[in-house]
RNA sequence: GCUCCCAUCGUCUAGAGGCCCAGGACACAGCCCUCUCAAGGCUGGUACGAGGGUUCGAAUCCCUCUGGGAGCGCCA
């Protein structure tokens, strides 16, 4: 990974030109007001993809301007859960920058500044209407089958009557006065271009009543304080740009590239929200995804990343092209996440899965001990707990067969167990040699053979090979279990 | 209601007028391999939303419709 605050690269246009992929400062604003869904992560990932990619950068920005609304753990939670996925940025709340601070709550003064200007331009109007006064207003607009827009009640309000309402302890919000009769046009990096008409935007809040900016400027003015110069973020966001554009226009202010990125559906094709649980970031954490998982997940997801194959973390950036993007909505399909796992699984190191294990792995014992478990069950792993059935085979004192092993067991037969149990006291822990020599005495191979033995010594008919397993749980277990196979196939047949 | 966005297998996608009676991956089904499961190999079914154009030729270009979504907030 570049260094943090490697940007001088990106800013060279020479060098840029020579690179097949851009160098663009890209940004995350996320407001921490709850857990992050796939749908923001992936928009979060692609951005870090398309910095990466051309050498750029990554600022992370915290929409925090509803105060009442933001606690600090659930910040603290987004940047883990940001980290954990394996994203890194190279500018942010907790890793400083020259665009310092991070978090709009602590941004006032530029805000202030920006409203400032507005004034001084006249772009910008005191509005004293209530929110119930709008809710009636749009609402009746609506009914007449007009768009409900802003019907303009304070757009020439006398500096007097200003004055006075104000003296009389009412505070305005101030409304962004759209130019009537212009058009506007931008080129979306992922849909093409674009235009609009100002008659079809109403006037718009830029301050709260309470003095706050509001989301259209402080987002806005942000993305040009910071130097982004490429706005990836949500479809929703496509029919919100020219008023952002507005804005910047009337400042004066850079107006960056923008790429609106399709959104996401729940597995329903219903837009994904909070409380589809199975598509929370954390959710999928807890579940015992890993990040390296859902990262091959979601750089296929409304993006054609060109491979089938596994990629590494480290080679993601260069598989990334915004041209690649789609256009249209993705379903969050959970079986082609389970893929992904199992690929993970597979590409994983031991240490990484002893650590993903974690407290599981704990009755083994020794590091030598865990290191040959997660060996022998890797390959029948998907998620963490997959691995507390295989640990209790090897550990616990007895085995419970299931419905189809004890099927199995009674099959077999007492005498089958008797003799398996004989030539394991002349094998001295040799697996094949034993199992070979079972074969011999009991003339059976193959299936007929290990099912029988798989069944009394693990409970299963299904599960990691049998050799390691049974070296994992050591003589004494084997021998026990085989006298209860014994006997239970005993007890049975007699009845 | 108005403005805008989107539309290929069940899902993710390839496809930028002939190479496509549409390819890959996941999922599903069958077979093979195998001590079982998983993996792997092979085989199979399933898609260009509808209707009009343009063209010698359209999944690809244009129009209409249909369906889905977003925006029109003192939410972000």
Redesign the pocket.
């Known amino acids: 990974m570049p260094a943090s605050g490697a940007r001088p690269v990106a800013h060279d246009p020479v060098r840029c030109a020579f690179m097949s992929h851009e160098a663009h400062i890209t940004r995350f604003a996320p ?1 921490p007001t709850g857990y992050l869904h796939l749908g923001n992560a992936r928009t979060a990932f692609f951005n870090f993809l398309a910095a990466r990619a051309g050498g750029g950068c990554l600022v992370l920005r915290i ?1 925090d ?2 105060a009442g609304r933001s606690e600090e753990h659930l910040l603290a939670q987004l940047l883990e859960d940001l980290r954990w996925l394996g994203l890194e940025w190279d500018e942010g709340p907790d890793v400083g920058g020259p665009h310092a601070p991070y978090r709009q709550s602590e941004r006032g003064e530029q805000y202030s500044a920006a409203i400032a200007t507005l004034k001084q331009k006249g772009l910008v109007y005191p ?5 119930e006064e ?1 809710q009636l207003s ?1 609402r009746a607009q ?1 009914a007449a ?6 019907a303009g009640t304070c757009t020439r309000l006398p500096d007097a009557e200003v004055a006075a309402r104000v003296a009389a302890g009412q505070s ?2 101030m409304r962004f006065r759209v130019p009537p009769g212009r058009g506007g046009e931008f080129d979306d990096r992922i ?2 271009p ?1 235009r ?1 008409a100002t008659d ?1 935007i ?1 006037d ?2 830029v301050t ?3 003095g706050s900016a ?3 400027l402080s987002n806005a003015i942000d993305d040009a304080a910071m130097g982004v110069t490429l706005v990836l973020r949500g ?6 740009t020219p008023r952002q554009i507005l804005l910047l226009e009337a400042l004066g202010l850079p107006i960056p590239r923008y790429g609106h990125l399709p ?1 996401l ?1 729940g597995p329903s094709g ?2 994904l929200s909070k409380r589809e649980g199975a598509a929370g970031l954390h959710e999928l954490r807890e579940q015992g995804y890993l990040p390296s998982a859902l990262c091959n997940y979601l750089v ?5 990343c060109g491979t ?1 194959d596994w990629l590494e973390a480290a080679d993601m950036p260069a598989h990334f092209h915004l041209e ?1 993007t ?6 969050f ?1 959970e ?2 996440l ?2 992904w796992q ?1 690929e993970a699984v597979g590409h994983a190191s031991a240490g990484e899965l002893v650590a993903w294990l974690g407290s599981r792995l704990e009755r083994l014992g020794s590091a030598a001990r865990i290191d040959a478990f997660v060996a022998a069950v890797r ?2 792993l998907l998620f963490p707990d997959d691995a507390v059935p295989l640990v209790a085979i090897v550990c616990d004192d007895g085995v419970r067969p299931d419905a189809e092993a004890a099927a199995a067991i009674e099959n077999a037969g007492a005498e089958f167990f008797r003799t398996a149990a004989r030539e394991w006291s002349s094998s001295a822990g040799d697996f094949k040699a034993w199992t070979r020599s079972v074969g011999t005495a009991t003339g059976q191979k ?2 007929a053979l ?2 029988p033995l ?1 069944a009394a010594l693990t409970g299963l ?7 390691p397993l049974v070296a994992l749980m050591g003589a004494a277990r084997v021998e026990s279990r085989l006298a209860a196979a014994a006997e239970r196939a005993g007890g049975k047949s007699r009845e």
């Open positions: 407001s929409e301007t509803d509005c004293f209407c209530t929110p709008l749009r609506l089958g007009r768009p409900p827009r802003y305005p919000a849909h093409g674009q609009f079809d109403g718009f809040v709260r009543a309470d509001a989301f259209f479809d929703d966001h496509l029919a919100n959104l559906l219903s837009p296929r997801l409304g993006h054609a089938d690649r789609s256009r249209s909505a993705a379903r399909d079986a082609q389970r893929h199992r390959g029948n193959g299936a290990f099912r798989r008919t299904h599960g990691p090979e049998l050799a």
